[in-house]
Nanobody
């Protein structure tokens, strides 16, 4: 059984920073792409950032220059450093990963999410 667990969410003032972490655990042969998505109340889930196992990154236009995604392959962990946070960044942030639990099997896994609230 593979699990993703996020941490690091919370309440922060506008202009502040947070660092989210997501750890993959269980029977893992290898991990391909990892990423962060978010869903605000009443809105559809949207992509925030992704990173390949080689370190190539992709960002939503709304977070470019403010957020940085990174990963530690040895720890099966992906991070999201969020700076200059705005009220519109308020959402549940979910981790996503394409994982091979076996060499011949690839599945997409999701974490339960962590709440990020940006408010004065």
């Amino acid at each position: 059984q593979v699990q993703l667990v996020e941490s690091g969410g919370g309440l922060v003032q506008p202009g502040g920073s947070l660092r989210l972490s997501c750890v993959a655990s269980g029977r893992i042969f290898s991990i391909n792409d990892m990423g962060w998505y978010r869903q605000a109340p009443g809105k559809q889930r949207e992509l925030v950032a992704t990173i390949t196992n080689g370190g190539s990154t992709n960002y939503a236009d709304s977070v470019k220059g403010r957020f940085t995604i990174s990963r530690d392959n040895a720890k099966n962990t992906v991070y999201l450093e969020m700076n200059s946070l705005k009220p519109e960044d308020t959402a549940v942030y979910c981790c996503n990963a394409e994982i091979k639990p076996r060499s011949w099997l690839t599945r997409t896994y999701w974490g339960p999410g962590t709440q990020v609230t940006v408010s004065a």
